[in-house]
Each structure stands twice: as C-alpha cells, then as structure tokens.
C-alpha cells in the first residue's frame, strides 16, 4: 500500500530533516568563509576608495534608493498581480522559458524549507486536535491522501514553470500557496491571545519588579548572574505563552491541545518574519526530532503522571531562542564529530563526543560481577556467595570426620556408632577397629553426625 508508514515517514521526517540540516551546515560555513575573507585582509593594502564622492564639493553624497525596501520581510516581495503580469506578457510576446527548481541560491532553498516545515506543523496540529474524532476507516483514507499531499509538494515545482517570459512565478510554488493562507491564520489567533496581557504592562510591571528583585538575590549571593539572566529571558518569551500556561491547572487531556498550541502556533505565526530563518529552522528541525522521541514514548508515558504536563513545559523550553541555539549546537558538534555533514572534520576519539559519554556512562551504569576471587588449591574463580558456602561445607565434613574418628568412650551407654553413606548404624563385631566411611559419604552425612552429638551430650 502507497501509504505505508514508512513512506510517510520517509517523505515528511528523513528527507526534509536531512535536507535542512545540510542546508544550515553550509550556510554557517558561507558565513565563515565570508568572515574569514574580511577579516584576514592583506596588511597594508589601500582602503576602496568611497563611491559617489563629488570631488568638487568634497563632500559625500549618499544614494537614495529608487523604491523603499520593506523591513522586517526576509521573503522576497510576491510578484506583480496576475492581470497586470498578464498584459506585460502579451505586450512583449516573448516564450515561455522553464527552469528547474532545484537551479536555486541557497537562500531560496533556506526558504523553502522553512515554508514546507510550516505546512508540516500546521498538518500535524489538525491531526493531532482531530485524529480522536475520527473513526479508522476514514483514517487511512486521509493517510492515503497525506501520503499524495507530500508527494504533490515535491512533485510540483517541477511541472509549473518558475518563469515566465522573464517574470519571476513564486507564488505558483504549493508552499508559497499554502503558507499565504496558514501563516496568516497563525499570527492572528497568536497576536490575540498573546494581547490579553499587554506588552507594556509586562514590561513596565512584571519584568521591572523581576529583574530589580533578580539584582537583589544576585548581590545577596542567592542566585548567579547566569541565571538570573536566563530567568529573566524565560519571562521576557513568557508573555505570549502565559494563556495557554493556564491549562497546566487542568487535566491532562485539556493540557494537551496548551502543548499543541506552544508547540506549533507561535513559530508558525513568526516564521514568516524576516532576518531570522536560520533560527527558525534549526527549531523546526529540534521540534521534528522531539515530536519523533515522545512518539515512540507515547505508550510509556501514557503511566506516568502529569507527563502531558511536562511535555508542555518541554515545548515552552524548546521554544526559546537561547535554547534552540543551545540544543542545535549540541547536535550538530555531534554530527561534525562523527562526520555526517559535508565538509566536517571528524573527531579522533569518538568516546569524547557527548554521545559517546553518555553511552559509556550508561555502560557503567548497568550491573556487574564483583571481582574474581581465585581459589587456593584449584585456581578456579568462585564468587563471594560459592566461598561461604564452601566454608559451611568444609566445617560440616570435618565434624563429621571427627565423629568417625573419635568414638564415644562411654561404652556402657551405648554401642558405638558409625556412618555409612549418609545414615547411622551400631557398630557391629565385624567391623574393624580402624573402619573409616567413604569420602563421598561425610557430606551426606553431616546433619545425622550432629544429630548424634547432641544425643551424646544429652546421654553424658
């Protein structure tokens, strides 16, 4: 069946996750080339002379740009509306020209992905707040249809055109479709429960009254100065999230729809904002890879309380800009170190890695044998527990021996007695004077031995 499990996973969790990975990788090494090259200039070279300097004047004049730029948009500008592109094309009659989508600069390929982990969210969101409603037979009907929707989204860009008689076609492209009506949606549900409680009144009550009690327990030695200033981060995020915190005083079925909401609403609504993409990737990949792990986990924390608590208070973590750049970079010195990214150098020991540590820690961790402890007369290893009962054994035969060895000397209370194979009998007129039982029977015989000893005693 074209909807199997593993196919939906491949199409919507592997490829994007590895693609976005990559992507992010070489783009901080772009970054790190472009800083290498302005810094490391040749010493003593001659500063670029300033352009549009008016040597008549001496004086500089500045460039206006012809249109203003928009701020705040890290998406190109859409292009003209459909009518007007319609005439442009008819006036100059030029062909159609079509170009591959995969011919893109690596900012559109950042975007790009940025886009499809939005449609991704908002997909996985509906899933989630509907898929108990839904009864079985129609669910694998709309997993048949999930599994053509990613292969729609991947398939498309390669049947429309990018260009058209020279015109750029962005908002033919599915994603850029699909986000024009998601992310709207998404900012606007935010921006109304996060405006419950003002942004003013936050910052000139909450985190005032915070940050003065902060320095207080900072200068009193209670806290350090790290955290006082990652708690004062954590409340200055808090405020668009502190509505849905009320569902940690519900139930846990009622938390669960809080978990969704920090989990996908509040990124999708800001992914659209300019000059963080980068940010937002790397929390869109660290949201896919914990979605995966309390996927798998779902059948065990389902016997742990309040787990739907924890997994908000999860979400509303990861979902903070120190903590995403804090848990991405740990992941992706991982990577480097085991050298799964292009252009990484890998570590020469691997048991350094975090991911060695922690699988050594887990090593030692599991039980163990004690150390070996050797015997004297074969050199064969027993255990502490095998040489106590050894012990026992050997004082147990040497009573036994004593008995056999040294019999009563007051013959008048009874005949003597000995041991043959485990068991006690008169000693008869044949036996000999010097008549010792087998080995093999002193250590069947201990318990019957001792029991004689207390009938000796109790005779004397």
């Not at 701020?71 to 591959?100: C, E, F, H, M, T």
Request: positive net charge; aromatic residues 8%.
């Amino acid at each position: 069946m074209l909807a199997h499990p593993g196919i939906i996973s491949m199409l919507s969790w592997w490829y994007p996750i590895i693609c976005t990975i990559t992507l992010l990788h070489e783009h901080s090494m772009e970054k790190e080339e472009t800083a290498n090259k302005e810094n490391t200039g040749p010493a003593g070279s001659p500063k670029p002379a300033l352009k549009n300097a008016d040597s008549k004047l001496g004086k500089l004049q500045t460039r206006q740009p012809l249109a203003e730029k928009e701020r705040n948009s890290g998406i190109p500008p859409p292009s003209p509306p459909y009518k007007d592109r319609k005439k442009k094309r008819q006036s100059l009659g030029a062909a159609i020209s079509v170009v591959s989508s995969v011919e893109k600069s690596l900012d559109e390929e950042l975007d790009y992905w940025l886009r499809f982990w939005m449609v991704r969210g908002a997909l996985l969101s509906i899933k989630a707040m509907f898929g108990y409603f839904i009864p079985k037979p129609i669910v694998i009907v709309l997993r048949n249809m999930e599994c053509f929707f990613y292969l729609w989204i991947y398939a498309l860009p390669f049947m429309v055109p990018q260009t058209i008689a020279g015109q750029q076609l962005p908002e033919a492209r599915p994603l850029r479709v699909l986000t024009s009506y998601i992310s709207p949606t998404a900012r606007y549900v935010h921006e109304h429960i996060a405006n419950i409680v003002p942004e003013t009144f936050w910052r000139n009550t909450i985190i005032a009254m915070v940050s003065n009690a902060m320095r207080l327990s900072v200068m009193l030695g209670i806290l350090s100065q790290n955290t006082a200033d990652w708690l004062l981060h954590v409340l200055e995020e808090g405020r668009p999230l502190l509505i849905p915190s009320g569902t940690l005083l519900m139930p846990g079925i009622i938390t669960q729809y809080g978990s969704l909401y920090v989990q996908f609403v509040p990124m999708i609504s800001r992914s659209t904002e300019g000059g963080a993409t980068e940010i937002y990737l790397k929390f869109w990949v660290l949201n896919a890879m914990f979605s995966a792990l309390l996927q798998n986990l779902a059948g065990f924390l389902w016997w742990i309380p309040f787990s739907c608590h924890a997994t908000f208070l999860l979400w509303f973590y990861l979902s903070l800009p120190q903590t995403i750049n804090t848990w991405y970079g740990v992941l992706h010195d991982e990577l480097c170190s085991f050298g799964l990214l292009p252009g990484s150098q890998q570590a020469q020991d691997l048991s350094q890695t975090r991911v060695g540590k922690v699988s050594m820690s887990l090593l030692e961790a599991l039980p163990k044998a004690k150390d070996d402890i050797s015997d004297g007369e074969t050199g064969s290893p027993v255990a502490a527990g095998e040489k106590e009962l050894t012990k026992d054994l050997n004082s147990a035969m040497d009573v036994a021996r004593r008995n056999v060895d040294e019999p009563s000397l007051d013959e008048s209370k009874g005949p003597a007695v000995t041991k043959v194979k485990g068991k006690i009998r008169p000693k008869s007129k044949n036996d000999g004077d010097e008549y010792v039982p087998p080995v093999e029977s002193e250590t069947d015989a201990a318990p019957s031995s001792r029991r004689s000893i207390r009938t000796r005693r109790r005779r004397v």
